[in-house]
């Protein structure tokens, strides 16, 4: 079993930054892809980012590429989300999940095993 609990989701200007992490229990978190998704109101879960296992590795959503930065730290258990130049668009929650079959950096929602609770993040015009 793997507990995802993200943080730092918040209100911020259009253009701001915010960072959000995603604490994970466990001791093979360092094996797992982490991936990062949110969800619009009325609609499906989408892809934002996610991580390979060594952190060597990264894929992003093209609606999000050149702004936002996933990156982890084994150490700590912990992936993080750091996402600049926010845009009004980017107004959703956003989930933390975990990948424990590791075939290849996920895309899609149906590829992650476990989910944390989401977080808002807030950008306003």
């Known amino acids: 079993q793997v507990q995802l609990v993200e943080s730092g989701g918040g209100l911020v200007q259009a253009g701001g930054s915010l960072r959000l992490s995603c604490a994970a229990s466990?001791?093979?978190?360092?094996?797992?892809?982490m991936g990062w998704f949110r969800q619009p109101p009325g609609k499906e879960r989408e892809f934002v980012a996610a991580?390979?296992?060594?952190?060597?590795?990264?894929r992003y959503a093209d609606s999000v590429k050149g702004r936002f930065t996933i990156s982890r730290d084994n150490a700590k258990n912990t992936v993080y989300l750091q996402m600049n130049s926010l845009k009004p668009e980017d107004t959703v929650i956003y989930y933390c999940?975990?990948?424990?079959?590791?075939?290849?950096?996920?895309?899609?929602?149906?590829?992650?095993?476990?989910w944390g609770q989401g977080t808002q993040v807030t950008a306003s015009s």
């Open positions: 991580i390979s296992s060594s952190g060597a590795g990264a």
């Open positions: 999940a975990a990948e424990t079959r590791v075939v290849g950096i996920g895309t899609t929602p149906y590829e992650y095993d476990y």
């Open positions: 466990g001791r093979t978190f360092r094996i797992y892809v």
